[in-house]
């Protein structure tokens, strides 16, 4: 599990196959979970001055690859007693959204996502959603798209000072929204108050 807070924007060395490999301050582990532009992958070695993950075809054919050839996002996976500070993150990306526009406000950017419409309904108004491992809040949604609001820190500190209208991006939506819908579609067509209540209270 991941918080969607970015502990560094390290650099990719090379993806070889199946190979990404990472140059990062970052002290990795074999066999440790960490987040890369929010996918969650497997360290399978060790080096002086950084790893390397499995990337498998499947992972390469649903995220953004055009972003694993510079800098990239990295968060290790949550240890036990590390302050919750973002959102619960999986690093199970659902989709690649495309930058429409980037607005730029004085004191904040406007950032229009597009997705593909079927993703739309897991993207609640003022929930949690994360782009590239990012935690972000949605601020509104529409039929095919939604709008983020960023601040200057998160836009200097993130990849996101490097994006453009028309960039690819992975995009994680809110788990609570994807099982609660997967909760709904396998009910009856008809639900009691009760039942409603007993879905509300497992969340």
């Not at 406000?105 to 929930?127: A, C």
């Not at 500190?157 to 991006?169: A, D, H, N, P, Q």
């Amino acid at each position: 599990m991941f918080t969607g807070l970015i502990r560094e924007i390290a650099n990719v060395k090379s993806l070889a196959g199946s190979t990404l490999t990472i140059k990062a301050k970052h002290e990795a582990k074999l066999g440790d979970s960490i987040a890369i532009n929010g996918a969650c992958l497997t360290v399978v070695k060790v080096l002086g001055d950084g790893f390397s993950v499995e990337l498998s075809p499947e992972s390469q054919k649903l995220l953004a690859m055009e972003n694993y050839k510079n800098e990239v996002h990295i968060e290790p996976a949550m240890m036990m007693g590390d302050r919750f500070e973002g959102h619960i993150v999986q690093g199970h990306v659902d989709c690649i959204g495309e930058i429409k526009e980037i607005k730029n406000n004085g004191n904040s950017y406007d950032v229009f996502i597009k997705l593909p419409k079927k993703f739309i309904p897991f993207v609640v108004p003022k929930g949690s959603i994360t782009i590239d491992g990012v935690s972000l809040t949605v601020n509104d949604v529409s039929a095919d798209s939604f709008r983020l609001t960023i601040i200057p820190h998160t836009m200097k500190e993130t990849l996101f000072r490097t994006y453009k209208k028309g960039s690819k991006v992975n995009v994680e939506t809110d788990m609570f929204a994807r099982y609660v819908s997967h909760i709904i579609s396998h009910q009856k067509a008809s639900l009691t108050w009760d039942e409603v209540d007993a879905i509300s209270a497992q969340y």
